[in-house]
């Protein structure tokens, strides 16, 4: 629980993590599911693009000895136990559902072919459809949804709960953080889940109105 996430952490490690908040919010009063994979993909050919550039890339370096097939392993999964919105729709629970999303800065398909990917790394919960997004990268007096940047994958999960096809509702939608404008998102994302579920025992998620920094935007 005490070890450092930085841009160097693994989707592994980031699940083993979820694991271990997961046993703490089962036996917390309050009724919270934590979502034990990281959100990375909008939809599934995004899911199959990135996993087969692993895949291929594993190949490659098995090739010419700079990873064993152990390693290989291990790369191609940390792409492919990663979530697409769909997949994270059917583990939504309207009680109370906390989930880490990541998504790349930018360009993903530039960003893939140079082979220079930078990444986000923030946290969702959604109850009785409300929806709160901390984002360590938060700019102040954010009032747009639309004027957020980083958090893609997040508009995209707004834009699929307002959609026909949902069995979810989305009535609002709060944001809050910031912080920090360098590479710390994936350290302030782990302690802010510590401090919601381990610290506090789940009681100020969903409360967004009543806590400093959080502001309600319009989407």
């Known amino acids: 629980m005490a070890t450092t996430f930085d841009t160097n952490t693994t989707t592994q490690q980031w699940m083993d993590f979820l694991r271990t908040i ?8 309050e009724r ?8 990375i993909y909008s939809t599934l050919p995004v899911k199959t693009m990135w996993v087969d550039t692993a895949k291929a890339e594993a190949a490659a370096d098995i090739a010419k000895g700079e990873i064993t097939t152990v390693e290989a392993a291990a790369h191609i999964a940390g792409w492919s136990e990663g979530l697409t919105l769909s997949g994270f729709h059917k583990v939504v629970r309207s009680f109370g559902t906390l989930a880490v999303f990541t998504n790349t800065v930018g360009n993903a398909v530039e960003q893939q072919f140079e082979k220079r990917i930078s990444w986000h790394v923030y946290a969702i919960y ?9 984002d360590p990268s938060l700019a ?12 893609t994958l997040a508009k995209a999960l707004v834009k699929s709960l307002k959609g026909k096809g949902s069995n979810r509702k989305l009535t609002e939608v709060w944001c809050g953080g910031g912080g920090h404008d360098g590479t710390k998102c994936q350290e302030m994302t782990r302690k802010w889940i510590v401090e919601e579920i381990v610290t506090k025992g789940g009681v100020d998620l969903g409360n967004w109105d009543q806590r400093d920094g959080w502001t309600k935007v319009s989407f």
């Open 22 to 29: 997961d046993e703490t919010a089962q036996n917390l009063d």
């Open 140 to 151: 102040p007096s954010t009032e747009r949804l639309a004027s957020c940047n980083g958090i």
């Open 32 to 39: 919270i599911t934590i979502c034990q994979q990281l959100v």
């Open 126 to 134: 959604y109850k009785d459809g409300v929806l709160g997004i901390y």
